[in-house]
T-cell receptor
C-alpha cells in the first residue's frame, strides 16, 4: 500500500459527460501529480500541483482541469468526454525526495 | 526533451532464469533521477528504485539488481532466479531535479512473463 488513495476505482460513463476523479496524497506529501495510461499513448504526465498551486503542465487537454485543495487532496475534472479518454488515471504524491508513490488508479470507461 | 527507451516489448522466461530489462535514456539535465516501477496484473504502479545521476554505484536488493552506466545512458534492471510473481510490466522512468522538472517521463514498458 503506497498510502495514496484514489476514488472511484472504476467509472463508466457516456460520451459528452463530465466526471471528477479524487486523490488523497500520502500524509505529509505536498506534491500531487496526475498521469494518464492508455494503450496508444502509454503513461503520460498530465499536471502537477504543489501545496495548492499548479506547478507543471504536461499534455493535458483543455477539457481537463485539476485543483489541489487546502487539505492537499486533489481532483481531476474531465469534461465533454470522448471515447479516446478511456484510460487508467493515476495520481502520485511526493515529498522532498523526488520519489513518486502512485495510487491504485481510476479506470475510466467512456461508452 | 527527456526520453526513455525500453526496446524490449515482451520477455518470456522460465522460472529460476535470470532476466535483464534494458533502459536507455536521453536528457540534457546534469542532475536527474532514474526510476523503475512494476505494474502487476492488478494494475497498480509499485515503486522499486530511485537512482540519482551522481550515484553510479550498482544496487542490489534481494533478487533485484540495477546497473547504472552514465557513459551509455543506461539503467538496466536484472532479476535473478525469476519467479512467477515477477510477472508484470516494468517501467523505467526519468525525472529532472526539482520543481517543474520533477515530472516522470516513462518508457513504454517491458512485459515480463515468468512461467513454470
Amino acid at each position: 500500500d503506497s498510502g495514496v488513495t484514489q476514488t472511484p476505482k472504476h467509472l463508466i460513463t457516456a460520451t459528452g459527460q463530465r466526471v471528477t476523479l479524487r486523490c488523497s496524497p500520502r500524509s505529509g506529501d505536498l506534491s500531487v501529480y496526475w498521469y494518464q495510461q492508455s494503450l496508444d499513448q502509454g503513461l503520460q504526465f498530465l499536471i502537477q500541483y504543489y501545496n495548492g498551486e499548479e506547478r507543471a503542465k504536461g499534455n493535458i487537454l483543455e477539457r481537463f482541469s485539476a485543483q489541489q485543495f487546502p487539505d492537499l487532496h486533489s481532483e481531476l475534472n474531465l469534461s465533454s468526454l470522448e471515447l479516446g479518454d478511456s484510460a487508467l488515471y493515476f495520481c502520485a504524491s511526493s515529498g522532498g525526495a523526488n520519489e513518486q508513490f502512485f495510487g491504485p488508479g481510476t479506470r475510466l470507461t467512456v461508452l | 526533451a527527456q526520453k526513455v527507451t525500453q526496446a524490449q516489448t515482451e520477455i518470456s522466461v522460465v522460472e529460476k532464469e535470470d532476466v535483464t530489462l534494458d533502459c536507455v535514456y536521453e536528457t540534457r539535465d546534469t542532475t536527474y533521477y532514474l526510476f523503475w516501477y512494476k505494474q502487476p496484473p492488478s494494475g497498480e504502479l509499485v515503486f522499486l528504485i530511485r537512482r540519482n545521476s551522481f550515484d553510479e554505484q550498482n544496487e542490489i536488493s534481494g533478487r533485484y539488481s540495477w546497473n547504472f552506466q552514465k557513459s551509455t545512458s543506461s539503467f538496466n534492471f536484472t532479476i535473478t532466479a525469476s519467479q512467477v510473481v515477477d510477472s508484470a510490466v516494468y517501467f523505467c522512468a526519468l525525472s529532472g531535479h526539482t520543481g517543474t522538472a520533477s515530472k516522470l517521463t516513462f518508457g513504454t514498458g517491458t512485459r515480463l512473463q515468468v512461467t513454470l
